[in-house]
């Protein structure tokens, strides 16, 4: 606070050139000061004036009674000014009558110091004073302030102590508090050994049935304890358009999940059995005796390309929708594409599975196996690599899964974040983002690329929380 007592100190020391002049008090305190000097004149000229011997020092003494008076008034600029004119109006007597220094001076000069020491005294006090009540003012502004945006915010806003007990709440919180038992929420999810810092960004539904996001505002501390506003923010608005955009996104998948599965189904129960029967009937029609050779062996080649027709319906029929996907689970339908991919190219692949291999939700196996089967597919046809690895860890509540190939690799900026994004890596997050997933590329040049994918196995958080009522739900 040093540098603050030297401001202080000069402001008062300013005040010693600026006497209160307009004052008429002040004019009095100097009359009286010129009586004192004029009655010790006459003393000293005359000391039997009115017949009695009035002791040197008493009227020189008598000037503390303007100095002290003009100190407490006016502090410096009062006392200051009333001495130094004492002292010029001593100042003929003691040269004109002495010529050297007497004890008159020395008391003058006490006089000039107790003047100074005691008005700078009471002028740092005044200051002080001023100080600590403009800042009381400034003080008390800012909270009638703070409190007018508290009282008239339509965002209801309360303030917690540590423990999450309710401390304040503004109009727009206790009227959603008397609509039920809501905020108490907020106690709810801090008592389990929960911090409230962590509500930062949480949604909450309330029972009137919006959605309010919870920002937290760490107030300072008053009486010892430590108080946090958490604003309500409503977002039901928001939220539903997000939800809407994910639901309609959802449905867009499904429809073209249903279409892809009754066109790899028409695919292998009609065109691919018609020509499985055909290359048996010409077959059959070739082996038969008395076929001329010519005619056997066209009829052999016909048949030969029936079955490769028949193979081709087969592959476009199980990409469409792979059969063991559904009889048998991810793990199977996985390796079955690899070893297509080994069979049909000269790549080697691997698949690692970790965590505890299991059924899971039939969504998400078909999610997993979309974004798997389109990172493997972009690999095959883009990155030039010698090897895929394919990585899918079954935690107790997250899917993971990973991607790898070591080929050229891109820079995602012209790809998946760019202005043209690719269809299959907008349709791979779009996968993730449904099932409440991530999805992360990372692609280095000439290193390779790594997709990424994480989903929750119980299915999106929110939707089941929405579905049970109100509750704290995780935020997207
Ligand atoms: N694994 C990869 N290695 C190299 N380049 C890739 C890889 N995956 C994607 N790309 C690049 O990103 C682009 C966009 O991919 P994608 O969205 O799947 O569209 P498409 O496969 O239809 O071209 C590709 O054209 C390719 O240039
Ligand atoms: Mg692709």
Request: hydrophobic share 45%; charged share 25%.
């Amino acid at each position: 606070m040093k540098p603050n007592t030297r401001t202080d100190s000069g402001a008062v020391l300013r005040q010693v050139f600026h006497p209160p002049v307009r004052e008429w008090q002040y004019w009095v305190i100097q009359f009286t000061v010129a009586l004192i000097a004029s009655l010790h004149l006459l003393n000293d000229s005359n000391h039997d004036l009115l017949g009695a011997h009035i002791p040197a020092g008493i009227p020189v003494a008598l000037l503390i009674i303007p100095v002290g008076y003009a100190a407490v008034r006016y502090g410096l600029a009062g006392s200051a000014a009333t001495s130094i004119w004492a002292t010029l109006l001593w100042l003929p007597d003691l040269m004109v009558r002495h010529g050297h220094p007497s004890a008159d001076l020395i008391d003058l000069v006490m006089i000039d110091v107790v003047a100074f020491v005691f008005g700078q005294r009471i002028e740092s006090e005044r200051f002080a004073r001023s100080r600590a009540e403009q800042e009381t003012a400034e003080r008390i502004a800012a909270e009638e302030s703070y409190r007018l945006l508290f009282e008239s915010n339509r965002a209801p806003i309360i303030v917690v102590d540590a423990s999450g007990m309710v401390l304040d709440a503004n109009p727009a919180a206790r009227e959603l508090r008397e609509s039920g038992d809501d905020l108490d929420l907020i106690r709810a999810a801090t008592d389990g050994g929960g911090v409230i810092s962590d509500l930062n960004g949480r949604t909450v539904r309330m029972s009137n049935g919006e959605d309010y996001r919870i920002g937290i505002v760490d107030l300072p501390t008053q009486n010892d304890g430590a108080a946090t506003q958490l604003v309500f923010e409503n977002v039901t608005a928001e939220l539903g358009e997000s939800r809407r955009a994910t639901q309609y996104a959802r449905l867009v998948v499904k429809v073209e999940e249903e279409l892809r599965r009754r066109l790899a189904r028409e695919l292998h129960d009609e065109p691919l059995q018609l020509f499985l029967h055909l290359a048996r009937r010409l077959e059959s029609l070739g082996s038969k005796a008395g076929v001329p050779d010519e005619v056997s062996s066209g009829l052999d080649q016909a048949r030969l390309h029936a079955l490769d027709a028949a193979n081709r319906l087969r592959v476009v029929s199980r990409d469409l929708r792979p059969p063991a996907l559904d009889r048998l689970g991810l793990v199977p339908a996985l390796s079955s594409l690899l070893s297509d991919v080994e069979e049909d190219t000269s790549l080697s692949t691997s698949i690692n599975v970790s965590g505890e291999p299991r059924r899971i939700g039939a969504d998400i196996e078909l999610g997993a196996f979309r974004i798997i089967q389109e990172s493997v597919n972009n690999a095959v046809k883009h990155a030039e690599a010698r090897r895929i690895d394919v990585k899918v860890d079954f935690g107790p509540e997250r899917l993971r899964v990973s991607i790898h190939d070591d080929g050229k690799g891109f820079a995602l900026r012209d790809s998946a974040d760019g202005d043209s994004p690719g269809m299959g890596l907008l349709g791979m997050r779009e996968r993730a983002a449904i099932l409440a997933g991530q999805l992360a590329i990372e692609s280095t040049l000439a290193h390779g690329t790594t997709v990424r994918a994480d989903m929750p196995i119980a299915g999106p958080l929110s939707e089941s929380v929405a579905d049970e009522g109100p509750g704290i739900v995780k935020a997207d």
